[in-house]
């Protein structure tokens, strides 16, 4: 177990979440052979326009944990979903020497965040380029836990004082 090289957790949620993971990983050089971290990927959406094959070494799907379309729906849910997807989440753990998260969000990145920092493990949170008057919901729960928090509208820097402004990706 010692040998196994450490993995980068990469978690995004749908829409533009994904579409900002995208970006970053366009921008990342995640091939060079100095790049020693295995890259593993947790997401709940099947929408992603890269290939899976040459950026990870590993992909992991999750249900969604709320019902964007049914607020009942949701509630009734969200325990079934959530203990699913804490199996999931501690299977990667379990299987991957996850060395830090990175996550663009959202609520998909709430669990494995926390599960992250109870093993003293680095984490990045960057909120959504689509937020101009707050955070996310995720963005203000990850804020607390993160070990850096970035975001991408200068508008955001009273919401998060300890967080660091980024520019857009």
């Known amino acids: 177990m010692g040998s196994r090289k450490k993995a980068l957790l990469i978690i995004c949620s749908e829409g533009g979440h994904t579409v900002q993971m ?15 971290y295995d890259v593993v990927l947790l997401t709940d959406t099947k929408r992603l326009k890269i290939d899976f094959h040459v950026f990870f070494n590993q992909v992991y799907f999750v249900p969604q944990l709320r019902n964007k379309l049914s607020a009942l729906n949701s509630i009734l849910m969200l325990p079934i979903v959530f203990l ?6 501690f299977r990667i753990y379990c299987k991957w020497r996850v060395g830090a998260v990175l996550s663009t969000g959202a609520g998909v990145a709430i669990l494995p965040i926390i599960m992250a920092r109870l093993f003293g493990i680095k984490t990045v949170f960057i909120e959504t380029w689509s937020k101009f ?5 995720s963005g203000v729960i990850c804020k607390k836990l993160v070990t850096r928090f970035y975001f991408q509208n200068k508008e955001l820097s009273k919401f998060a004082k300890k967080g660091i402004y980024a520019g857009r990706l």
Do not use: C, P, S
């Open 84 to 89: 699913h997807n804490l199996a999931i989440v």
């Open 22 to 36: 995208e970006r970053l990983l366009g921008q990342l050089d995640l091939r060079n052979k100095n790049f020693t």
């Open 133 to 137: 008057e707050g955070l996310t919901f």
